[in-house]
């Protein structure tokens, strides 16, 4: 029997550029790919051809339905299945997909979020093809991606304006290749590799576990006496289980066509990552969705959970998602590359000032972009990068960067001043210092990789908010190059004073070190927005609604709906864990701590009927000890049930997240202090739940 090979399967579920190709009319491939790649309106004629064609290849690989697959603000996908068949006169059924059906559906909208934007009653909302993301078959179902839109044309999507923000990146960017004379680029395009961290655990501690079931992550739970401190797990040899599950995963990661390319463990036990190679930013945002979505279908098949969440243990490393971002042209040009020639590396300096410039002034978006209750967990702690934003560029590129400022002579690979002009600038090679993990926003030789994002998070959020601070920075510097007189000063004045207006920004030390959120905060002026409800109300701030309306990348009533919704979902999910918590105290913990203590109490008294001379000193002293950690315990669970029913007092959705943040977390830390102690003092028979070490060592 032949063994079927990952290039023959590869991309078979995909309605790709070979099927198109294969299937579609010379002229009819030659409008799509004209719209695909320029942006061009399409025909309904050709739409009508597509549509036939997608048909009878979904029909011809098994699909029965087709859905309109897109991305709600509810920060997953959603799907609603229509089915191919319509009535024909002889009582049966034929098989009929439109050009209508392909370019518009018309879902439900009104119990997705909309932030105000719409009242509930006004159920209406629209689906439009999106044709730069290829269909793909799930299961019997024709997915075709799609952007989610109200009936007034507001975005209830996050497809929607990370396409505008691309829009925004391409307009601005080619302006300035053609102030270096490059008139032959279409479009720029920004790239990204989203690296997925995740933890694999098995079913039977999944469903033992409440605080799993309902919030994926762990409220209670004591130290296990071995964690991640001897470094074994990471890239340590893969245990069969789970390397049966990464089989299964890439093959039907594969069919769909997505580059899943390296898997190896993390460093925490039962962590592992995926990354996959670089893709246009919409289809990488399309890909990642259904990565997550896939993982989590493979595990339940191997028995498996897959955990997302951003903290899903306290004390061991988090799960977060790299997000690896560059731009290039059409042509394949990367623009954050350094060149070979001066020409060259005058036009990589501009775009790199562009980014150090857009993290500078927009460091409040980039931290808003990636604000949930789940990854302010993961934030500042020691696998993760600070809250505070800063840029790391290497040593290298600090120096040429210094010596621009300070017109002095870069002592790297020639000794020539640093004017920018195209025949004097000095040849240089790109970076060649060692990664820095702890910096949020570093360079690594043609890309930037922000390591911020949660595990659980949607990519489109953060490359929003990162492709429009760029697009808004390199608007600038094409509104004053083309006014200029003498382009080659101009651009040497522009470059130096980006960095010297923007340096504070770059930090090539320890992320980690106590002492530079000091020197940040205090000495550089940089923000520390440490919780979502300290930055998500910043959404709004002026300068921020000015920028993204200017691009056209939201509208102010779609900045205010996601300020709305972000907060709620803050606010929804610390409510629910806080409920989670009470409820786990009072049916499972604190009946079993009595029930160890009355045990104990049993022993005490049977050995003191026995004689005076029997010691019973370490059963009385446990026994004291758990009697008052379980007062504790029921103090804290009730004040932690107060502060819950005193939140409906609290006012607006703001208001209600700094009360959150102030009144509420504190009693779940206080809370979750006493109960992990009462865990290491309660016998194991008793306690109710499985251990860290049980969960975390489980998948052999």
């Not at 997915?143 to 304006?161: M, N, R, V, W």
């Not at 093959?251 to 066509?257: C, H, P, T, V």
């Not at 210094?402 to 240089?428: R, S």
């Not at 510097?477 to 340096?503: P, Q, S, V």
């Amino acid at each position: 029997m032949k063994t079927v090979t990952v290039p023959e399967y590869f991309g078979s579920k995909v309605f790709d550029d070979r099927v198109m190709k294969a299937m579609l009319a010379a002229d009819v491939y030659r409008s799509l790919k004209q719209t695909i790649d320029e942006g061009k309106e399409l025909d309904i004629g050709v739409a009508n051809a597509v549509a036939a064609a997608m048909k009878d290849w979904a029909v011809g690989q098994g699909a029965t339905h087709f859905t309109h697959w897109f991305q709600p603000l509810t920060g997953i996908t959603a799907e609603k299945h229509d089915s191919f068949i319509s009535p024909s006169p002889d009582g049966g059924v034929i098989m009929e997909f439109s050009g209508k059906e392909l370019i518009k559906g018309e879902p439900d909208a009104s119990s997705f979020p909309s932030g105000g934007l719409r009242a509930t009653f006004e159920a209406r909302g629209y689906t439009a093809w999106d044709p730069t993301s290829y269909a793909f078959i799930k299961g019997k179902t024709l997915c075709i991606p799609t952007a989610f839109c109200s009936y007034g044309g507001e975005a209830l999507d996050k497809k929607t304006p990370l396409l505008r923000s691309m829009e925004a990146l391409n307009r601005q960017a080619l302006r300035i290749l053609k102030l270096f004379g490059n008139d032959t680029a279409k479009r720029v395009v920004s790239s990204v590799g989203p690296e997925q961290e995740y933890f694999l655990i098995t079913k039977e501690m999944y469903d033992s576990r409440p605080d799993l079931r309902f919030c994926g992550r762990t409220l209670f739970g004591a130290k296990p006496p071995k964690g991640q401190e001897m470094d074994d797990h990471y890239f340590g040899a893969i245990k069969p289980k789970v390397a049966a599950f990464m089989e299964e995963l890439n093959d039907e990661l594969w069919k769909l066509g997505i580059m899943a390319k390296t898997e190896h463990n993390e460093v925490a036990p039962a962590q592992h990552e995926l990354a996959p190679i670089y893709t246009t930013t919409n289809v990488a945002t399309d890909h990642n969705q259904l990565t997550m979505e896939i993982m989590q279908k493979v595990a339940s098949k191997h028995g498996l959970v897959c955990l997302l969440h951003e903290k899903p243990f306290a004390g061991v490393n988090g799960s977060g998602k790299h997000n690896n971002w560059s731009i290039a042209t059409d042509s394949g040009q990367n623009l954050l590359s350094p060149g070979d020639t001066p020409y060259e590396n005058a036009q990589f300096l501009l775009f790199l000032c562009a980014v150090i410039k857009a993290v500078d002034d927009y460091q409040d978006l980039l931290r808003i972009s990636v604000a949930t209750a789940g990854n302010d967990h993961r934030l500042g702690a020691n696998e993760a990068p600070p809250a505070v934003i800063s840029m790391f560029v290497g040593d290298e590129l600090n120096a040429v960067l210094e010596a621009i400022e300070k017109d002095a002579p870069y002592k790297g690979a020639e000794k020539t001043q640093m004017k920018l002009g195209v025949d004097v600038l000095p040849k240089f090679n790109r970076d060649t210092t060692d990664r820095n993990r702890t910096s949020p926003f570093a360079f690594t030789g043609n890309k930037f990789e922000f390591r911020m994002l949660g595990s659980s998070n949607s990519i489109a959020c953060a490359n929003i908010m990162l492709n429009s601070a760029v697009a808004e920075s390199l608007r600038i510097y094409a509104d004053r190059l083309e006014k200029a007189g003498d382009f080659e000063t101009a651009l040497h004045e522009m470059i130096k004073n980006t960095i010297k207006d923007h340096k504070r920004i770059i930090f090539n030390g320890n992320g980690y070190d106590g002492g530079w959120i000091k020197e940040a905060t205090e000495g550089r002026g940089l923000l520390n927005y440490r919780t979502t409800p300290d930055c998500m109300p910043h959404l709004l701030d002026g300068k921020n609604v000015g920028m993204l309306t200017g691009l056209g990348v939201f509208t102010k009533a779609e900045l205010e709906s996601r300020c709305e919704i972000m907060l709620e979902n803050y606010n929804k999910t610390v409510i629910i864990e806080a409920n989670t918590m009470a409820d786990m105290v009072k049916e499972d913990i604190e009946p079993a701590i009595s029930s160890y203590a009355a045990s104990l109490a049993k022993t005490v008294s049977l050995k003191k009927a026995a004689g005076d001379d029997i010691p019973c000193g370490y059963e009385t002293s446990v026994l004291k000890k758990l009697s008052a950690l379980c007062d504790g315990i029921m103090m804290k669970c009730d004040a932690l049930e107060k502060a819950v029913l005193e939140l409906a007092d609290a006012g607006g959705t703001v208001e209600l997240g700094y009360a959150i943040r102030d009144r509420l977390l504190p009693c779940m830390s206080e809370l979750r202090v006493l109960v992990d102690e009462a865990e290491t003092v309660t016998s194991k028979e008793y306690w109710p739940y499985p251990s860290y070490a049980d969960i975390l060592f489980s998948v052999r």
